[in-house]
């Protein structure tokens, strides 16, 4: 099952919980709104980026944006989401790192990972286009 963490040692709280608040919101907007036959509305959110300190090599510490956490519970920067509200399909997209990353960060995940992860319905990475 997977779960949001900040770490071994703190609670761990199931990816559910997210699609659960995706579900209300898109539940609440539609109760709300008469969107037309044709119309296809959608939730988009960018979620919080690194800013760098001084323009150095290092980072002040990485905070989620808050509406961002609440509906996708993602932990990376540089992140956007769509939610659709007539289907309440969520779509992740990430950032493409390059593979030296990998040097300082560990194995880089990818988009299957990220599905995995966050249990959403797509990934796409920012630069490419998702088809739709």
Known sequence: MAAFQMGSHTHAIPMTLYRDNRAKVVNELQRAHNFGAESKPVVLLQGGDNISHYDTDVDYVF???????????????????????????STLYVPRLPEEYAVWMGPLLGLEDF?????VDAVYYVDESCGE
Do not use: D
């Open 63 to 89: 905070r989620q944006e808050s509406y961002f956490t609440y509906l996708f519970g993602v932990t990376e920067p540089g992140c956007y989401g769509t939610v659709e509200i007539k289907t309440g399909r």
């Open 115 to 119: 599905k995995q992860k966050y249990e």
